[in-house]
Protein backbone atom coordinates (compact mmCIF):
# COMPACT_ATOMS: atom_id res chain seq x y z
CA UNK A 1 0.00 0.00 0.00
CA UNK A 2 1.21 3.50 -0.68
CA UNK A 3 0.47 7.30 0.31
CA UNK A 4 1.27 10.53 -1.12
CA UNK A 5 1.70 13.69 -0.06
CA UNK A 6 2.52 16.39 -2.18
CA UNK A 7 3.32 19.93 -1.13
CA UNK A 8 3.46 22.99 -2.93
CA UNK A 9 6.03 25.79 -1.82
CA UNK A 10 7.60 24.00 0.94
CA UNK A 11 8.98 26.16 3.37
CA UNK A 12 11.40 25.67 6.50
CA UNK A 13 8.68 25.94 9.24
CA UNK A 14 6.48 23.28 7.27
CA UNK A 15 4.18 21.19 10.08
CA UNK A 16 1.37 19.10 8.12
CA UNK A 17 -0.62 16.18 8.52
CA UNK A 18 -0.30 13.54 5.99
CA UNK A 19 -2.31 10.91 7.45
CA UNK A 20 -4.23 8.83 9.85
CA UNK A 21 -3.95 5.18 10.35
CA UNK A 22 -6.12 2.70 12.36
CA UNK A 23 -4.17 -0.22 11.64
CA UNK A 24 -0.77 -0.95 12.69
CA UNK A 25 1.42 -0.90 9.44
CA UNK A 26 5.05 -0.85 9.58
CA UNK A 27 6.37 1.32 6.68
CA UNK A 28 8.68 -0.25 4.35
CA UNK A 29 10.23 3.08 2.26
CA UNK A 30 9.85 7.06 2.03
CA UNK A 31 11.01 8.70 -1.10
CA UNK A 32 10.85 11.97 -2.26
CA UNK A 33 10.79 13.94 -5.25
CA UNK A 34 10.66 17.37 -6.48
CA UNK A 35 9.63 19.63 -9.49
CA UNK A 36 10.89 23.28 -10.06
CA UNK A 37 14.49 24.74 -10.11
CA UNK A 38 17.28 24.27 -7.88
CA UNK A 39 14.73 22.52 -5.35
CA UNK A 40 16.34 21.27 -1.66
CA UNK A 41 14.14 20.68 1.35
CA UNK A 42 15.18 19.36 4.78
CA UNK A 43 11.91 17.20 6.19
CA UNK A 44 11.16 14.35 8.70
CA UNK A 45 8.51 12.01 9.25
CA UNK A 46 7.30 11.55 12.27
CA UNK A 47 4.21 9.59 13.75
CA UNK A 48 2.04 9.57 17.34
CA UNK A 49 -1.43 8.32 18.13
CA UNK A 50 -1.30 12.14 19.55
CA UNK A 51 -0.78 14.77 17.19
CA UNK A 52 0.19 17.56 19.23
CA UNK A 53 3.25 15.35 20.81
CA UNK A 54 6.88 15.66 19.51
CA UNK A 55 6.15 12.27 18.06
CA UNK A 56 8.58 9.67 16.97
CA UNK A 57 11.17 9.61 13.81
CA UNK A 58 9.71 7.92 10.85
CA UNK A 59 12.53 9.40 8.99
CA UNK A 60 16.14 10.83 10.18
CA UNK A 61 16.32 14.21 8.55
CA UNK A 62 17.68 14.54 5.17
CA UNK A 63 17.33 16.65 1.99
CA UNK A 64 16.34 15.80 -0.70
CA UNK A 65 17.20 17.55 -3.87
CA UNK A 66 16.28 15.16 -6.35
CA UNK A 67 13.71 16.13 -9.65
CA UNK A 68 14.44 12.70 -11.41
CA UNK A 69 14.27 9.43 -9.52
CA UNK A 70 13.71 10.30 -6.29
CA UNK A 71 15.68 10.25 -2.83
CA UNK A 72 15.05 7.32 -0.23
CA UNK A 73 14.83 8.30 3.05
CA UNK A 74 16.29 6.29 6.19
CA UNK A 75 13.80 4.81 7.90
CA UNK A 76 14.13 5.61 11.88
CA UNK A 77 11.24 4.13 13.83
CA UNK A 78 8.95 2.24 10.96
CA UNK A 79 6.58 0.34 12.87
CA UNK A 80 3.31 2.67 13.45
CA UNK A 81 0.68 1.21 16.02
CA UNK A 82 -2.99 1.82 15.31
CA UNK A 83 -4.80 5.24 15.50
CA UNK A 84 -1.53 6.67 14.73
CA UNK A 85 -1.34 10.43 12.79
CA UNK A 86 1.98 10.19 10.20
CA UNK A 87 2.96 14.04 9.74
CA UNK A 88 5.60 16.19 7.67
CA UNK A 89 8.07 18.79 9.59
CA UNK A 90 10.19 20.78 7.28
CA UNK A 91 13.81 22.75 8.95
CA UNK A 92 14.74 24.03 5.07
CA UNK A 93 13.75 24.60 1.79
CA UNK A 94 14.89 26.53 -1.10
CA UNK A 95 14.67 26.62 -4.65
CA UNK A 96 12.35 28.48 -7.26
CA UNK A 97 8.84 27.41 -7.89
CA UNK A 98 9.25 23.64 -5.80
CA UNK A 99 6.46 21.22 -5.53
CA UNK A 100 7.26 18.40 -3.11
CA UNK A 101 6.21 15.16 -3.27
CA UNK A 102 6.88 11.95 -0.77
CA UNK A 103 5.56 8.55 -1.21
CA UNK A 104 5.09 6.02 1.76
CA UNK A 105 4.96 2.90 0.96
CA UNK A 106 3.95 0.64 3.70
CA UNK A 107 2.30 -3.17 4.85
CA UNK A 108 -0.30 -3.43 7.33
CA UNK A 109 0.52 -5.48 10.12
Do not use: C, M
Amino acid sequence: LNKTFTLEAPTASDDVTIFRTDVDITVQEVIAVSTGGTPSTTYVLRHSTDRNAAGNLLTTSAATTSTTTGDIATLSDATIPANSWVWYESTAASGTTVTLSIDIRYTED
